[in-house]
């Protein structure tokens, strides 16, 4: 076919905003998790597929989506590479990588990745740090999860505004070396209590029964190391366990088991999740999960949108037809939304050059501003992270004092279930095997 002038005009035009032109498919796939957080991802891409397909797209892109379930990280790591090694893939290859949900899996699919590669990678799912310094050398990862480092300081903020004394609060950070997430968080809450005053040197723990995340009892090790805990009397317990709920539960309720302690706040990842609100029910223990603190990433902010796609948090909540939206689900969301807006930075007939310009995005989302530091992690100067508190049957942002819904709760013997006069005996399920497994 001869190109004349008028036909070269006509492409540079749809190649600057392709209104009226041939829609180019932009291949998006990665391993991602079909069931628990990951499916709240998955359905995210897949209505990012259709806004993609439906009349309020006026960027001229499609969506092709290859979303894989797996079920080691060591598959994860291998579809990764399947999907982005033009020497597996050849001219199949996606344009953008999608991880799992989870810091370790994260970890396993970036690492599938060839070094040196252009492809841009979602990391909407893991937010340990190590993902961004070690495995995303190198290559062109993009995370919407604020750092690790940062999950528990908005708690120890929030405890030491809400304690009435002036001496020093006690802190006891419990955590398992064995996952990634666990040890960046409370190596980073560590190193800001260093810097800041209102608290006394805190005492570490570790937990070495968790590393199968399904298990759900603990060793006599970390029996021992809660007791520990427990012995000393700290004000403040903060814990950072395995990808599931369960060694958090069953370490809240071994201090739940001690009749003459009680400490001012328990802070711990998955404290007031649903996972572990079922497994506080299916002991009869409901009334342990009362007051418990969780750092959260997304304050669910009414008004807060984007102006290209325009998903606020009712407009994505009915979209996906759920009763409520995780902020895994805000995350995921956040990651489509930043790619839509680099698409709207450069034409999409060619996206080699995406990365870069996904490295330049500043906007605001329904999950809030996302801007990527040099490394590609989420900066959380422009994303901070919240306080969340089970109180009766909600779970109300109670710090940063700005965003708050309702007041912090301090200290735990305020709430019914933890009040000494209600005690009542737990049973702490024992032993798990200690054995480590890859």
Excluded at 35 to 49: A, M, Q
Excluded at 220 to 248: F, H, N, P, T
Excluded at 288 to 297: A, N
Aim: net charge neutral.
């Amino acid at each position: 076919m001869v190109s004349t002038p008028r036909a070269k005009l006509w492409a540079l035009l749809c190649s600057l905003c392709c209104i009226g032109c041939d829609s180019a498919a932009i291949r998006v796939g990665g391993p991602v998790q079909s069931t628990g957080h990951g499916f709240y991802g998955r359905k995210v891409f897949e209505l990012w597929k259709q806004w993609a397909a439906s009349s309020s797209n006026k960027l001229g892109f499609s969506v092709e989506l290859d979303l894989r379930p797996f079920v080691t990280r060591a598959m994860a790591k291998t579809l990764a590479a399947q999907l982005t090694d033009p020497t597996k893939c050849g001219d199949s290859c996606v344009d953008i990588l999608v991880c799992p949900y989870g810091s370790e899996a994260s970890y396993a699919a970036v690492e599938g990745v060839p070094e040196g590669s252009k492809v841009p990678i979602l990391v909407w799912g893991g937010a340990a740090e190590s993902i961004f310094s070690e495995a995303c050398h190198n290559r062109k990862c993009f995370g919407t999860l604020t750092g690790a480092s940062q999950y528990f300081i908005p708690g120890l903020q929030g405890v030491r505004a809400a304690s009435p004394d002036t001496a020093e609060l006690s802190v006891a950070f419990i955590h398992n070396p064995h996952f990634k997430f666990s040890v960046d968080a409370i190596k980073g809450a560590v190193q800001w209590l260093k810097e800041n005053r209102g608290f006394s040197p805190p005492l570490v723990k570790s937990l070495q029964g968790q590393h199968i995340s399904s298990r759900t009892s603990l060793s006599e090790a970390d029996l021992d190391a809660v007791d520990e805990v427990i012995a000393k009397r700290v004000d403040i317990v903060v814990m950072a366990g395995g990808e599931s709920s369960g060694d958090v539960v069953q370490t809240i309720l071994r201090i739940a088991n001690a009749s003459n302690y009680r400490p001012k706040a328990i802070l711990a990842k998955n404290a007031i999740s649903e996972e572990s609100e079922s497994q506080f029910r299916s002991l009869g223990m409901l009334q342990y999960q009362d007051c418990l603190l969780m750092p959260s990433q997304w304050a669910a902010i009414r008004g807060l949108k984007d102006t290209i796609v325009g998903w606020d948090a009712q407009t994505i909540m009915n979209d996906l037809g759920f009763g409520y939206i995780t902020y895994h689900a805000a995350s995921a969301a956040a990651a489509v939304i930043s790619v839509t807006h680099a698409i709207q930075k450069w034409s999409p007939t060619d996206w080699s050059h995406l990365a870069s310009q996904l490295a330049k995005v500043d906007i605001e989302t329904l999950y809030g501003q996302v801007k990527f530091n040099e490394d590609g992690s989420l900066s959380s100067q422009a994303k901070p992270m919240y306080l969340r508190q089970k109180q009766d049957t909600t779970t109300p942002i109670v710090y940063p004092v700005w965003h708050r819904t309702s007041g912090l709760m301090f200290p735990l013997s305020q709430c019914s279930g933890w009040n000494p006069s209600n005690y009542t005996p737990v049973r702490v399920r024992c032993c798990a095997d200690t054995a480590i497994h890859a």
